[in-house]
């Protein structure tokens, strides 16, 4: 089973399916260069921040999604220091990272990463199926992160099996 505490295989792209709520062909219109960290409607926010994606919806492979432009969130990102320091709730965690030790020129310039092992760059302008889980304000998030990405192999795809995940190779199929 792949790691990072989930109920279930990510890697494995049929159990993985079973779990979305769509799986959707798009092209990426736009990627917002900063991830944030965002609230659910109870006001909770995520301890990892989720990279903002615009995307045109090209082709619909599983799920009733209606809008030809969609929302998506790709989990982890960069983020800018200050906003880092804004987000925790908690002091010592700050102190721990030597994060308010900082000068305010670097606070503001500088970046921590997010990522796990599942991380996967999306690139603007470049074409993928993403296996989606809608959150309860309506936004997408791409499933099990890059366990959820697939490219098309060759260049026209003409069954599931021609999408091959970026991480490990392995065809959709559901």
């Known amino acids: 089973m792949a790691k990072d505490n989930w109920?279930?295989?990510?890697?494995?792209?049929?159990?993985?399916?079973?779990?979305?709520?769509c799986v959707l062909k798009v092209r990426i219109t736009d990627a917002n260069k900063e991830a944030e960290f965002l609230q659910d409607s109870k006001g909770a926010y995520s301890p990892v921040p989720g990279t903002k994606l615009q995307a045109t919806v090209?082709?619909?492979l599983h799920g009733?999604?209606?809008?030809?432009?969609?929302?998506?969130?790709?989990?982890?990102?960069?983020?800018?220091i200050k906003n880092?320091?804004?987000f925790y709730p908690f002091t010592h965690q700050i102190e721990n990272m030597g994060l308010n030790a900082l000068s305010d020129e670097i606070k503001?310039?500088?970046?921590?990463s997010f990522k796990n092992t599942s991380h996967f760059y999306i690139k603007p302008n470049e074409e993928y199926v993403f296996v989606l889980k809608q959150d309860d304000r309506g936004n997408y998030h791409i499933?099990?992160?890059?366990?959820?990405?697939?490219?098309q192999e060759?260049?026209?795809?003409?069954?599931?099996?021609?999408?091959?995940?970026?991480?490990?190779?392995?065809?959709?199929?559901?």
């Open 7 to 21: 109920t279930f295989d990510i890697a494995n792209p049929k159990v993985l399916a079973e779990n979305a709520d």
């Open 58 to 60: 090209l082709k619909i």
């Open 64 to 80: 009733n999604e209606t809008n030809r432009e969609i929302t998506i969130y790709n989990p982890g990102g960069k983020v800018l």
């Open 84 to 86: 880092v320091i804004a």
């Open 108 to 112: 503001n310039t500088n970046y921590i």
């Open 143 to 151: 499933l099990g992160g890059g366990y959820g990405v697939f490219r």
């Open 154 to 174: 060759p260049v026209i795809a003409s069954t599931l099996q021609d999408y091959k995940n970026v991480l490990t190779g392995i065809p959709l199929f559901f």
